[in-house]
């Protein structure tokens, strides 16, 4: 027994030695895989069970040994596959039958500050957000993915929406759960399938969507975000339908852009801020330590609104999504149950406790300072979608769609949906979606 610990302890420091020299857990998975194979040999070959005395359990023993070490063999090979070929929903996303559909919006493009603008061409316009979908594209998640797209497809048929965001968690990269730490598969997958509608969708990320030993990080990202693009279809290219935009403002995080919506007769309506909350503290190594919004990507956020409001003359509203709650969240948790004035009830419930970073951001005191934010949306805690207006903001949680992330969240049902908003001219309507 001793002489197969220290086996185990040498072959499992050397694949964490090798692999964190040379940057990868996928080329030495394979040391492991082979470790494996001869610790069943010899078990199988030196130690045939013979305490076992009944023969028919003695081979119901053997074929027991054979398959599991056919199947860790199996998932570390899908582990190791790049292939985006190999796509597991691509068969799926392709059999469903996304009918037509006429988004109530023009959509065009400032190449000086890659901003999008989205007018209205009747009096109202829907924006379904959707949440927390967490893809795998490995072979144990292939059933639960499939149910993730089935859920989002149900809800965007149902909505008919004229622009799609989703805050956030698109995937799931961690290997002890997919048994596969490809992040490129899975989004892939999904902007196959968002593609599909013909629908205008824009993102933001997760903390999941760019792990730190997920294969890809957001940089090598970029020409899958840039080949679904809605700029090759302005270049009447049809079928891109993702609101990507090339010209980054140079501040922290993986991603932040915001969209202008004007009504018909192209005044602004509002902006639509998406912005990276970011993923873990950096240094740290802490379990599920979050990082928040920093400082110069609040100092954008404010300056944009400064900008866009000297130009209509007035300040103007805005929405902020994003995927990690701020601490005003909870705050706000705290007042509605307190009965405090500032905190009114809009709809939903929180079944778990609210996941925020542990620093204080600021970012809730530039929106109320700057008085142009009148909701923000995020995602983030699977089983909370409650909504509070709090200090004269609504803070909303969009209902998730997850299948895998959390323990029994399939068997869940309560939570899952989306989150319907409805601009008119001079106002707009909140409304949860659950899953039917």
Known sequence: MLRWLAFW????????????????????????????????????????????????????????????????T?????????????????????????????????????????????????????????????????????????KALKACY???????????????????????????????????????????????WAMVYGNHDTEIFAS?????????????????????????????SKTQPQIYGRYNQYLRVENADGTLNRL??????????????????YDSVHRDQIEWYMDAIDRESEALGRVCPSFVFQHIPFRAFADAEAALRAGDPDAAYLFGANEEQVSCPAKESGFFDAI?????????????DHLNNLGITYQGVDLVYGRSIDYIAYPGIAQKTSQRG??????SASDYAIRPIPLE
């Open 74 to 146: 199996v998932c570390f090979a899908v582990f190791a596959v790049t292939d985006l070929s190999t796509n597991f929903a691509i068969s799926y996303i392709n059999s469903l039958d996304y009918g037509e559909h006429s988004p109530a919006c023009e959509v065009s493009y400032r190449e000086d500050d890659g901003v999008y603008t989205l007018r209205m061409t009747e009096s109202e316009m829907k924006i379904l957000q959707l949440t927390d979908i967490h893809l795998g594209e490995s072979l144990n998640t292939i059933f639960t993915d499939r």
């Open 216 to 244: 890809h990080q957001s940089g090598d990202l970029e020409w899958l975000f840039d080949s679904f693009s809605y700029l090759h279809r302005l270049g009447e290219t049809l079928g891109q339908t993702l609101l990507y």
């Open 154 to 200: 149900d809800l965007i048929m149902r909505t008919d929406p004229d622009l799609i965001i989703v805050t956030g968690d698109l995937v799931y990269s961690v290997p002890l759960a997919t048994f596969s730490n490809n992040n490129m598969r899975p989004l892939y997958a999904f902007f196959r399938f968002m593609d599909n509608f013909g629908i205008p």
């Open 9 to 72: 302890l040498v072959v499992v420091l050397l694949y964490i030695a090798l692999s964190l020299y040379f940057g990868s857990y996928v080329y030495y998975a394979m040391l492991l895989v082979l470790a494996l194979v001869y610790f069943l040999a010899r078990i199988l070959l030196f130690l045939p069970f013979h305490w076992i005395k009944r023969r028919t359990l003695r081979l119901v023993f053997y074929f027991a040994a054979v398959l599991c070490s056919v199947a860790v």
């Open 418 to 423: 989306g989150t319907l908003i409805t601009l």
């Open 272 to 289: 639509l801020f998406l912005i990276d909350s970011n993923d873990y503290v950096a240094g740290s190594v802490a379990i599920n330590d």
């Open 368 to 380: 109320l300072q700057k008085k142009s934010t009148q909701a923000v949306f995020v995602g983030h």
